[in-house]
């Protein structure tokens, strides 16, 4: 197998699509502002230096999908995707992708944000594989955990072996902008840093890993 691994935010997309979720419910009168905003920020500050919990940062975005039908938070993720994620999706991002499928590789979607939020935004990138930190399904219906790893620093190491399932990969390519990936970057044959924070960049200079910028 041949793999090339994308992750989605500040790679696939201009934004965070995480936070933005966050900002969205805001914005929409859908969860009390004050509180909300602060514990999406800060969490998103978390991330950004390297010190997130995973867990219970899904726990709380998860809140909101507990006390809502699936049809719903159907509906309610495509107004996110048609105000949101679709003007921030990157046109080099989607140029990477059909590359990678037009030498008939493996293409993976790789990232920290649950699969809640980054299925429908992977499917829009024409990437059905999918490995995203899980929010837990019971009866049909969220219960507000984590079911599994996070998908999040080595934990994407965990998961990209689980999905592999022991198949042999020969040569890999690996899309990232944050240093939370280094991880990720280097298991690759190849790792391009897209668009990469401060820190990640530094790296990929030691390491002379290609740096590509996506921005649009």
Known sequence: MKLALFDLDHTLLNTDSDH?????????GLVDPVHHRQMNDKFYDDYKAGQLDPIA????VFQFLTKHSNQYLTDLHQLFMQKVIRPQMRQKGFDAIQKHKDLGHAIVGITATS???TAPIFHEFGITE??????EVKDGQYTGKVAGTACYQQGKLVR???????????????????INDRFLLEYATHAIAV???DRLEKLAKEQAWEIQDWSI
């Open 20 to 28: 933005s979720w966050g900002e969205f419910l805001v914005n929409e």
């Open 57 to 60: 940062y899904n726990e709380f």
């Open 115 to 117: 699969d809640f939020i």
């Open 130 to 135: 999918i490995i995203a930190t899980n929010a």
């Open 160 to 178: 990209l072996a689980q999905w592999l399932d022991g198949r042999e990969v020969t040569e890999s390519w690996a899309y990232s902008d944050s």
């Open 195 to 197: 668009n990469p924070d």
